[in-house]
């Protein structure tokens, strides 16, 4: 058994429910009860009794809890002694941030990323939000801070941010009123999709496809700057955060699309793996900033 079950069993004695052991280990649900069954295999006997109530746990986890408990502190012992002496031998943590989205970031995240991780060398490096994915399955950076959520289920992730979509595009390409913003009318628009990746068009060409829609994509450019510069000119529309309005040329339509249909989310990405001290730290950084 690893320290995350050891810490996840405590907490389950301690809350008597599997689903606010999850939550406040920040862990999903189905994860949590596959490590406590692990845990239960491992040592032979049952831990927790099971009901629609919640769960009480067994003589034998009562019984070991306190020994699992010391366990625990003494891991984030041996974890604090080892962060003190790696002051003074940083961990290199490599982190790729998509094109175009430092601005549903707040202002103070990097510093404060870097402040509170004093154990790391931290990297950040911009991409095209694609290689961005492409370089973290290749272990060429450990986290990589993009659009989201995905589908894929090889990725951990945390949702970092939240917002409203807008479709942004020249006045002479909209047709319809700004007000009257449908999936409909957004099929007379073309848009620009930021390479072939599962968010690359934040979702929306998933929608139309389930409401039979055709969707006019245009996906051969990758740097987000020339993307918008496209767009100013009306070859077609970007799809943008609330927070890059301010950004945007005053004379473009910004066309505010429906949460219904979609939403802006950012999402740190990493493997799942058994973490090292330095990428735990990292995580522990950005669950505080989940929302």
Not at 251 to 271: G, K, N, Q, R
Request: aromatic share 8%; proline share 6%.
């Amino acid at each position: 058994m690893n320290s995350n079950q050891l810490r996840w069993f405590c907490s389950a004695c301690e809350t008597r429910s599997f689903a606010k052991a999850a939550e406040a280990t920040f862990v999903s649900r189905q994860a949590f009860g596959k490590a406590i069954k692990s845990m239960e295999d491992e040592l032979g006997c049952p831990l927790f009794h099971r009901t629609e109530q919640g769960v009480t746990p067994t003589e034998s986890a009562m019984l070991i809890y306190p020994i699992a408990q010391r366990c625990v502190n003494d891991i984030a012992h041996m974890r604090a002694i080892c962060d003190e002496h790696a002051l003074c031998t940083r961990t290199p943590i490599r982190i790729a941030i998509a094109d175009g989205v430092v601005e549903s970031m707040d202002d103070s995240f990097f510093d404060e990323l870097e402040r509170k991780n004093p154990t790391c060398d931290i990297a950040i490096e911009k991409h095209f939000y694609t290689r961005c994915m492409d370089y973290l399955h290749d272990g060429k950076v450990d986290f990589a801070i993009a659009p989201g959520p995905l589908r894929e289920q090889q990725l951990e992730s945390i949702p970092l941010a939240r917002e409203q979509v807008y479709a942004a595009t020249a006045p002479g390409t909209v047709h319809f009123p700004a007000n009257e913003v449908t999936l409909e009318n957004l099929a007379t628009l073309s848009f620009f999709s930021v390479g072939n990746g599962e968010r690359a068009m934040l979702g929306l060409d998933r929608i139309f496809e389930e409401h039979g829609l055709a969707i006019n994509r245009i996906d051969q450019y990758t740097e987000f700057g020339i993307v918008m510069q496209k767009a100013h000119t009306g070859t077609a529309a970007a799809l943008v955060p609330e927070s890059m309005l301010p950004r945007l040329a005053a004379d473009m339509v910004t066309l505010p699309i429906p949460p219904s249909i979609t939403t802006w989310e950012l999402h740190c990405f990493w493997l799942p793996h058994e973490p090292s001290n330095a990428e735990a730290s990292i995580i522990r950084f950005m669950r505080e900033r989940m929302v």
